[in-house]
């Protein structure tokens, strides 16, 4: 999985931990203003905490065995991988462009509606008001109200100014980048559903205290609960789940030790993070060596001269006496290949890997030439490669009929931080 997947699916998982702790354990609080800003800062600094690493990252370097080559210039080691990472990056944005999307309809629609009503200054807001009867909302520093809802109903008003005064809309702004990045995890959506929760029962708490009898605003609630769908960036009186903002009218303050609640999240945490990070480890293992049955090689016949002119493919059952290296078969070349190899450092430090293979000819005299990148990784993991498989010491060369033959090879090495 590429470095920005893996970090947007570990912030995820950190999101989901801390979203979990609040539904469960601070939901039913009445810290309003302390769940509000924690709910908003712990969720940035679960964005955060994938970036520190508290423990180091060993390297692996792993080569597999060669596969040969068939038909000139073609590989035969099997079709092209399926892009899946390609596939997952590009759903991925889709989901962001489609996230942006909705809002960006919400917010025309709303500054539409905007720009048809009369704009009045009033304590401290800029009142819109409109002669159709539209549920109100706040955004910003504007109140936008139905002149009939502002002449029978008024606590309706002061319930937006409350919006306005608590700087409702800020939240839902800085909560919009975590909707953007994590769009696909649910708890994301609930968790801006609790923060919208969290400014009504505010604003209901500030219009008791601005004198308006409890009882009646409850009244006030029920009726005006059934109307139409408001803006999905807008605080408005008419919010859902009516029976818990009523509850929470009547709930008895919680007990201030509550506040302290979230401290027991701390070592849950760090054991997660302790758990998601590498383990450190001095030596670099040794890597295992694949078996490789290879299926055709590319051979080229010399002449009496012995210059290489006259290519033929022949299936590798048929080769009379396979190319060796060291004694041994071609897995004996990819343990030379091992203990030659070194993790370039910057690529180490930048975490990059990757899958380098590369093509190269086994000579009718045995010396490695022509040796190539077909399919590379990174510069830097692409010239660690060649400079280790242009090393290569003597082969002893296959042949056919009696005769050496040049063998053409693509060889994988695989370049991989050990997690």
């Given amino acids: 999985m590429s470095p920005f997947l893996l970090y947007i699916v570990r912030a995820g998982l950190y999101l989901s931990l801390f979203y979990a702790f609040y539904l469960l354990v601070m939901r039913r609080t009445t810290f309003f203003r302390l769940n509000r800003v924690l709910l908003l800062t712990g969720s940035y600094l679960c964005l955060l905490l994938p970036l520190i690493r508290l423990r180091t990252v060993t390297v692996a370097v792993l080569s597999e065995a060669p596969t040969l080559v068939g038909v000139e210039g073609e590989t035969v080691a099997g079709s092209a991988p399926f892009p899946w990472q390609a596939v997952l990056l590009g759903v991925y944005l889709a989901g962001i462009a489609g996230t942006l999307a909705l809002y960006g309809v919400s917010a025309w629609n709303m500054g539409r509606l905007m720009r048809k009503g009369q704009v009045q200054e009033r304590e401290g807001c800029r009142l819109v008001l409109l002669e159709e009867d539209v549920p109100s909302f706040s955004w910003g520093r504007k109140v936008v109200m139905s002149r009939k809802d502002l002449a029978q109903n008024p606590a309706i008003f002061t319930h937006e ?6 700087r409702h809309s800020v939240d839902l702004l800085l909560f919009l980048p975590l909707q953007l990045l994590l769009w696909w995890n649910p708890l994301v959506w609930i968790a801006r559903e609790e923060l919208r929760l969290l400014h009504e029962y505010e604003a ?6 601005n004198g308006i009898d409890a009882t009646q605003y409850q009244f006030l609630l029920v009726r005006k609960a059934v109307g139409e769908h408001r803006f999905t960036l807008a605080s408005g009186f008419q919010h859902a789940q009516l029976k818990n903002r009523i509850a929470m009218m009547l709930k008895t303050s919680s007990s201030r030790w509550m506040r302290y609640a979230y401290l027991a999240l701390l070592p849950v945490l760090a054991v997660f993070m302790y758990a998601c990070n590498p383990t450190k480890n001095n030596k670099v293992p040794a890597p295992e060596v694949q078996q490789v049955t290879p299926e055709t090689v590319q051979v080229t016949l010399p002449e009496a001269d012995e210059t290489l002119k006259d290519k033929e493919e022949i299936p590798f059952q048929l080769v009379d006496v396979k190319p060796g290296f060291n004694g041994g078969d071609a897995n004996e070349f990819s343990k030379w290949v091992n203990s030659q190899l070194k993790y370039p450092e910057q690529a180490k430090k930048d975490e990059i890997q990757g899958r380098v293979t590369l093509q190269f ?16 990784a990174h510069e830097l993991l692409d010239a660690e490669a060649l400079r280790v498989v242009s090393a290569s010491p003597k082969w002893e060369p296959g042949q056919q009929e009696g005769r050496p033959v040049a063998v053409t090879y693509t060889f994988p090495v695989i370049f991989q931080l050990r997690r």
């Fill in 361 to 376: 000819t086994v000579g009718a005299d045995g010396v490695v030439r022509d040796v190539k990148v077909i399919r590379g």
């Fill in 161 to 166: 100014r409350m919006h306005v005064q608590c």
């Fill in 204 to 209: 209901d708490e500030g219009v008791i205290q």
